[in-house]
């Protein structure tokens, strides 16, 4: 994805306005008919995707943010259900959405729709947490500073610095595992594409 595609997801103004996720549980009673009914929907901001990574020894979820400016995709975060929360980070109370979640805003990714196909919906937040990870989003691409001592504090631990390279690490092996993917798709058109023109 070219640089000014890359702003272009990062600074988009809108988000789906029309979106009932915050509203989703009430309105069907059960998480399960939620899911039932946010699949059949379809991908959207707002929803938790689970992969299966190589080598991964805990649960981690994928936030979908924003849409792509201009391919079938999203902008995602990371999210997880471990409590430390630096300043890149949103915290998703119990009562909303599929909390109590971590959002690790500081390693957004690219996530094509095609992409989530081989995952599985695991659960939804809500808008004003949408709306913080979207804004955590800018401060990090921003370079801006968010939170105040303690949560300074909170980053300085050991224990903070070591899942948040185990974040960094399911970051990048899901950015590789979908590159090979993709690599492996256009295998077949390129093909194609050279019998075509002999």
């Known amino acids: 994805m070219n640089t000014e595609t890359h702003k272009e997801a990062l600074w988009g103004t809108s988000h789906n ?49 924003r849409v792509l400016p201009d391919e079938p995709g999203f902008l995602a975060v990371p999210a997880d259900d471990n409590p430390l929360a630096g300043g890149d980070d949103v915290e998703v109370p119990e009562s909303s959405g599929t909390g109590p979640l971590t ?6 990714t690219y996530i ?20 913080q990870a979207h804004e955590a989003i800018l401060a990090v691409a921003s370079g801006r500073r968010r939170g105040g001592f303690a949560v ?5 631990t050991a224990e903070y610095e070591g899942w948040i390279a185990r974040i960094a ?9 979908l590159e090979q993917r993709h690599a492996l798709a256009a295998v077949p058109e390129t093909e194609a594409t050279f019998e075509d023109s002999l």
């Open 169 to 177: 690490h399911a970051e990048v092996t899901l950015t590789e595992l």
């Open 103 to 108: 959002l690790r805003c500081g390693y957004s």
């Open 17 to 65: 306005s029309n979106s009932p996720i915050g509203r989703r549980s009430s309105s069907t009673g059960t998480r399960e008919g939620a899911l039932a009914s946010l699949a059949a929907e379809g991908p959207r901001p707002g929803l938790l995707y689970q992969f299966q990574l190589p080598g991964m020894t805990f649960t981690l979820l994928w936030a979908l943010v």
């Open 152 to 156: 300074h504090e909170v980053e300085a």
């Open 112 to 131: 094509l729709t095609r992409d989530l196909e081989s995952a599985t919906l695991a659960g939804w937040i809500d808008q004003p947490q949408l709306q």
